[in-house]
């Protein structure tokens, strides 16, 4: 089955409205043409709606960088599938590692997150992936199978039909170092396998498996080229659309 590929871009804690609104004004007219490839991106919760609005009956699709999984109530400073979804936004990114790094998120509140962005009718990106202290000890593939395992526990393949994997190793993102093509080929076809163990070879077959980690125009193509690899999240390239084009531009 022909899984469409997908590019997405993490905006984290960069731009204020206006500037969101601008940028996403420029990435609507720069993705005119582009028709095969689904075009995400998430600004912060403040410019999630405005971003929304501006890029409605567009080819692209807004997300959120985080959600929390309880449905409503007193959490302070938080927000729901639901009001996400409101925006018109289709996506939840889930589990990113600045998350599990500064933030506190484990395997165990992603999943939660993951069943309620589901709930919510929102579709589910989990980011995975190793720090490099892990991979210098060899226990990548251990690393990802918890994170994996634990992020989808209790989900059946129905429940996580839309689900997209983000495979971004830890050490790569934000630091200008890259996987080699390699090192992204044995992981995702690692994953590949893994989610037809969990689950079924259909299911496996049918959900995207991104690479995240220092994507920029001049890898980009390298990188996709990877059998496995259904597209990218991308973290500071795309906060520049004459960047982020050009990566989604591989694609046509
Ligand atoms: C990310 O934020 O998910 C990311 C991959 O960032 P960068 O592309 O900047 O490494």
Known sequence: MARIPFIAGNWKMYKTGPEAVETARKLVDLCADVGKVEVMIAPTFLSLALVSDCVRGSRIKTGAQNLYFEKEGAFTGEVSAAMIRATGSEYAIIGHSERRQYFGETDETACKKVRAAIQGGLKPILCIGETEAERDQEKTFLILDKQVSDGLKGLGPDELRDLVLAYEPVWAIGTGKTADTRQVDEVHQYLR????????????????????????????????????????????????????????????
Do not use: H, Q, T
């Not at 390298?222 to 795309?238: F, P, Q």
């Open 193 to 252: 396998s893994l989610l037809s163990r969990l689950f079924s070879a259909d299911f496996s077959d049918r959900i995207r498996i991104l690479y995240g980690g220092s994507v920029k125009p001049e890898n980009a193509k390298e990188l996709m080229n990877i059998k496995d690899v259904d597209g990218a999240l991308v973290g500071g390239a795309s906060l520049d659309p004459d960047k982020f084009i050009k990566i989604i531009k591989y694609y046509l």
